[in-house]
């Protein structure tokens, strides 16, 4: 069997050497149009149940990984000047480049073929073998090609946001909220190494316009958000790499394969960003895959049916979560019109995934200074 992956990233790595692992007699060729050593973006955040999946299938990846981890066990809220705690919700970073070395080194350990700085401009240069999987992103040159087949539908959310990093770390995933003359500001920021964080910045559309973001180039625009960020960043600096202002694509497919065609991670389907889980899922997604094709191994259609019937139902309901998170965020302008203590709670309940009971369970001491902030609040 020959396999063909577009895409070296998460996915196209992990793709390659689970499927190169399960099947040695196969030929497995990852192309990737970068080199092995760029990347897009800063740091990778997994909560804790992220890397269950992990532990259970694949212990030897995991531990890789987990060399390379930085660990918290809460959230902080930055609002109206005050800062709240929510305990009890454990997330891991890790700098991407590091996640993507990890990967790339199991992919060759079992003898896959990485090909980088190989651009591929017709899915026709893929079509000598048996299996073609598009793992290549949001621009997925796969899925574009077969998109009537797919039955590709691409929709915007509101918000802008860019990507950045700060020469800081924070103690844990950090969520700050930010009213100024010109408008509304969010920064998702979190350290991926011991001296570095993630910083994505984030603005409604009626802020970006009004500021002109779109008439400014990288720069500019990191040195406005670094100046808007500056008490929280406290002398650090914002890093630009590829910070260019965009729009998250809320991208799904009616299929998942045609003929010999297969999508998986972002090409797929894309879960917003305020979740975490977008690694998580592609790297679940190729597990689906693997395993199908190992109950289906001389029968590629059944084995992509399985991996879609199987598979669906999960994904949906994830990234049904991740779309209200999404929404919740297109709507944050309003929401910190609310007190600090209860924006702290609708935003943790956004994706309606944590409900009253839960959060008490999880999150046993916010819980109990939300609700003596509510009694301090009712009337008596």
């Not at 990778?44 to 987990?66: C, K, M, P």
């Not at 700098?95 to 990967?103: E, F, I, N, T, Y």
Request: glycine share 6%; proline share 3%; hydrophobic share 40%.
């Amino acid at each position: 069997m020959k396999i063909n992956i577009l895409g070296g990233g998460p996915a196209g790595l992990y793709a390659a050497y689970l499927l190169k692992r399960s099947r040695p007699d196969a030929t497995v060729n990852v192309y990737e149009q970068n080199n092995a050593h760029s990347t897009f973006g800063f740091g990778v955040v997994f909560s804790d149940q992220a890397l269950e999946f992990l532990r259970a299938n694949d212990e030897g990846t995991l531990d890789a990984i987990t060399e390379g981890l930085e660990t918290w066990r809460d959230i902080e809220v930055r609002i109206h000047n005050e800062r709240i705690v929510i305990d009890g919700v454990g997330f891991t970073g890790i700098a991407r480049l590091r996640l993507l070395d990890v990967l790339r080194q199991q992919a060759v350990s079992v003898g896959a073929i990485l090909n980088h700085e190989r651009i591929i401009q017709d899915v026709a240069e893929l079509d000598d073998a048996d299996l073609v999987i598009g793992a290549d992103g949001v621009n997925s040159l796969v899925r574009k090609t077969f998109e009537d087949q797919f039955g590709t539908s691409i929709e915007h959310f509101e918000n802008r946001f860019a990507w950045f990093g700060a020469t800081r770390p924070f103690s844990r995933l950090t969520q700050t909220f930010k009213q100024v003359p010109e408008g509304f500001f969010n920064a998702h920021h979190y350290r991926y190494t011991p001296d570095m964080s993630t910083f994505l910045v984030e603005v409604d559309a009626d802020t970006f316009e009004r500021i002109g973001f779109a008439n400014m180039d990288e720069e500019q625009s990191r040195q406005y958000c670094e100046k808007v960020f500056a008490e929280d960043l406290e002398g650090a600096s914002l890093v630009a790499n590829k910070s260019l202002w965009r729009r998250f694509p809320q991208i799904s497919n009616a299929k998942w394969s045609v003929g010999k065609y297969v999508l998986i991670g972002d090409a797929l389907r894309t879960a917003h960003f305020s979740i975490g889980s977008g690694t998580r899922l592609a790297m679940e997604d190729v597990q689906a895959l693997a395993k199908a094709l190992e109950d289906h191994p001389q029968d590629i259609p059944s084995a992509l049916a399985s991996f879609e019937s199987a598979r669906r139902p999960i994904v949906e309901k994830i990234v049904g979560a991740a779309n209200r998170s999404a929404k919740w965020y297109d709507d944050f302008a309003q929401h910190m019109q609310l007190p600090a203590w209860e924006f702290a709670k609708s935003y943790i309940s956004r994706s309606g995934r944590i409900d009253p009971d839960r959060l008490r369970a999880n999150s046993p001491q916010f819980s109990s200074q939300y609700e003596a902030w509510r009694a301090s609040t009712t009337p008596s």
